[in-house]
Nanobody
Framework: QVQLVESGGGLVQAGGSLRLSCVASGSIFSINAMGWYRQAPGKQRELVAGITSDGRTNYADSVKGRFTISSDNAKNTVYLQMNSLKPEDTAVYYC?????????WGQGTQVTVSS
């Protein structure tokens, strides 16, 4: 059974940086895309960034220029480098990996940005 495990969350001051990592515990074949979502209290889960198997990326407007997504398909790993963090970036961040047959989600990691 495949499990995604996120790490790298924590508490940081505004303007600081964090790097999130997500590793799949098992093998995932035919990966289509990987991504990061976030959910703040009282808000819906939203896409933060995504990357396809051929390296195309997309970002939410609110994080463009500040966040960078990258992946290592061979290691079933996806990263999110977050710079110039703002208090409004505070949320639980979830990674996701979609394959030809299934979609997998991590358990989430808390990111808190203090002002």
């Amino acid at each position: 059974q495949v499990q995604l495990v996120e790490s790298g969350g924590g508490l940081v001051q505004a303007g600081g940086s964090l790097r999130l990592s997500c590793v799949a515990s098992g093998s995932i074949f035919s990966i289509n895309a990987m991504g990061w979502y976030r959910q703040a209290p009282g808000k819906q889960r939203e896409l933060v960034a995504g990357i396809t198997s051929d390296g195309r990326t997309n970002y939410a407007d609110s994080v463009k220029g500040r966040f960078t997504i990258s992946s290592d398909n061979a290691k079933n790993t996806v990263y999110l480098q977050m710079n110039s963090l703002k208090p409004e970036d505070t949320a639980v961040y979830y990674c996701t990996i979609s394959s030809r047959w299934d979609v997998y989600w991590g358990q989430g990691t808390q990111v808190t940005v203090s002002s």
